[in-house]
Nanobody
Framework: QVRVKESGGGLVQPGGSLRLSCAASGSFFTIHDADWYRQAPGKERESIAGIANDGSTRYSDSVKGRFTISEDSAKRTVFLQMNSLKLEDTAVYYC???????????WGQGTQVTVSS
């Protein structure tokens, strides 16, 4: 069974940085593509960054220029580098990886990011 687990969340001051990781485990070759989502209290889950199989990336307007999505050379871990964090970035961050044949969406359980002074 393939699993995905996020890590790297925590408490950070405004303007600070965090690096989230999304590690996939189990019987599979590589992550085909992946997305980071977040859900703030009382709000819907939103997609904020994605990385395609060819390595191309996309970002929501809310994080563009501050966050960077990347993956390791083995394509089994996806990262989200978050810089210049704002209060409004406080949320639970989730990773969704598409893995396997046929491709299936695998979600992690999320990691809490709190931006507070």
């Amino acid at each position: 069974q393939v699993r995905v687990k996020e890590s790297g969340g925590g408490l950070v001051q405004p303007g600070g940085s965090l690096r989230l990781s999304c590690a996939a485990s189990g019987s599979f070759f590589t992550i085909h593509d992946a997305d980071w989502y977040r859900q703030a209290p009382g709000k819907e889950r939103e997609s904020i960054a994605g990385i395609a199989n060819d390595g191309s990336t996309r970002y929501s307007d809310s994080v563009k220029g501050r966050f960077t999505i990347s993956e390791d050379s083995a394509k089994r871990t996806v990262f989200l580098q978050m810089n210049s964090l704002k209060l409004e970035d406080t949320a639970v961050y989730y990773c969704k990886a598409r893995i396997g044949v046929p491709l299936q969406d695998v979600w992690g359980q999320g990691t809490q990011v709190t931006v507070s002074s």
